[in-house]
């Protein structure tokens, strides 16, 4: 069975293609993601609230006071605290990205490796079959060539015998 060239290269490009978006398609994903967020987010102003004047746990009606952590929110120094816990997840996810797209890219160089190979294989069976076919057209060629040659002979020795008065027996009857 022969391999159509431009139909193994068409299946080449269109693997490339798909392993390329598999690799490069989230992280461009979340980037534009992140930068369509920072655009809908517009900074509010501060929140200015005074947390030692509030009670800390309970108010006299004995519910817990949530005007803390709400305060704590609007905290400089929290914020801070939050933005950099922030910052080293994102750090932490873009660096098990990267080791998920160095491991899919190690898999398509690993798959890619055992197409060329399987492609090599069939390449080198094709040539095996070709060469025998052309093998087996020259024994046809060389058989008919003896064959005609054969048959010219015969002719002629045919003839030579009706010369000298041979005739075939159903020539005879």
Not at 141 to 152: D, V
Request: charged share 25%; hydrophobic share 40%.
């Amino acid at each position: 069975m022969a391999v159509n060239p431009a139909l193994l290269k068409l299946l080449l490009a269109l693997m490339a293609l798909s392993l390329s978006l598999y690799i490069l398609g989230p992280p461009l994903y979340w980037h534009i993601v992140e930068g369509i967020a920072a655009y809908r987010h517009s900074s509010c102003p501060p929140c200015v609230c005074d947390c030692s004047s509030e009670p800390l746990l309970t108010m006299p009606s004995g519910l817990i006071n949530m005007s803390f952590a709400d305060c704590s929110k609007h905290d400089p120094e929290m914020s801070e605290d939050m933005e950099k816990n922030f910052t080293d997840l994102l750090a932490e996810e873009l660096k098990l990205q990267e080791a998920l797209a160095v491991e899919n890219q190690q898999h398509a160089d690993m798959a890619l490796l055992e197409a060329k190979k399987t492609a090599s294989q069939y390449q080198k069976e094709a040539d095996k079959c070709n060469s025998g076919m052309e093998t087996c057209e020259e024994a046809r060629e060389k058989s008919e060539a003896t064959l005609l040659t054969q048959k010219k002979l015969t002719a002629m020795w045919e003839m030579r015998a009706r010369q000298l008065g041979w005739m075939a027996k159903h020539a005879k009857s």
